[in-house]
């Protein structure tokens, strides 16, 4: 049976972001986000009980993308579909949402040809990327009106479709050890990503990744191990 639990956890991924789909689709109260949060959870654990298991696979791989291009590709760019129809008179103009789609799903196949991309990734993984869009709803007040402004929501698709394909080198989440040494990184991030979900709640999540981003910009320029 351990054989097949990284599988199950990567089902358990896609099937949070098929009910995130329908939710969107028949706009339900519940927040987008947590069927987001969920099928994050299942992600981060299928790779780690792969490797756990030593029972890494061919078929694991290529179904871990084919669940992510649904929870962080085709869900993302509903979300955004959606935001931009209720902040625009426009009929066409919120079909611009589903570059995400297609900027995720070339970057989870480039993912998969690039032996390169083991301790950061190339372009901002497809994860992160969801956590953005679909927090943006928690942001209220004049920056959450500003936010849901049409031309700012084509704006952030714009610019976070092409940070899916850059080759910019973004901070991976894959521990070898635990040792300061060899993970100050990512340990000043975690701290600064916890104090601002204390401070802040789920409103910081946008701020997060932005962080995120930032962090893995300044370690590159100054060549800070992971």
């Known amino acids: 049976m ?43 654990f299928d790779g780690f009980a792969a490797r756990w298991l030593k029972v890494t696979s061919s078929i694991g791989k290529e179904l871990d993308s084919l669940a992510d291009m649904v929870s962080f590709g085709l869900l993302p760019s509903l979300v955004m579909y959606k935001m931009i129809g209720s902040s625009s008179d426009s009929v066409y ?22 032996e390169t991309q083991h301790d950061s990734f ?41 940070l899916l394909v850059s080759r910019i080198d973004i901070l991976a989440f894959k521990f070898k050890d635990f040792s300061w040494q060899h993970n100050k990184l990512r340990f000043t991030f975690l701290t600064c990503a916890v104090l601002l979900l204390v401070l802040l709640g789920k409103v910081a999540l946008p701020l997060i990744i932005l962080t995120y981003i930032a962090f893995s910009l300044a370690g590159k320029l100054l060549k800070l191990q992971g």
Request: charged letters at 10%.
């Open 2 to 44: 351990k054989r097949h639990l990284p599988n199950a956890l990567t089902c358990a991924n896609l099937l949070c972001g098929c009910l995130g789909i329908v939710f969107c689709l028949e706009n339900r109260s519940v927040p987008i986000a947590y069927f987001v949060w969920a099928a994050c959870v299942f992600d981060f």
């Open 93 to 114: 103009l919120p079909f611009f949402g589903f570059i995400i789609a297609v900027c995720s799903a070339l970057r989870l196949a480039i993912f998969n040809v690039d």
């Open 122 to 162: 190339k372009g901002l993984n497809t994860p992160a990327n969801t956590i953005f869009i679909t927090s943006l709803p928690f942001v209220t007040g004049t920056i959450g009106s500003f936010i849901q402004q049409s031309w700012v929501l084509v704006s952030i698709t714009f610019i976070f479709s092409l």
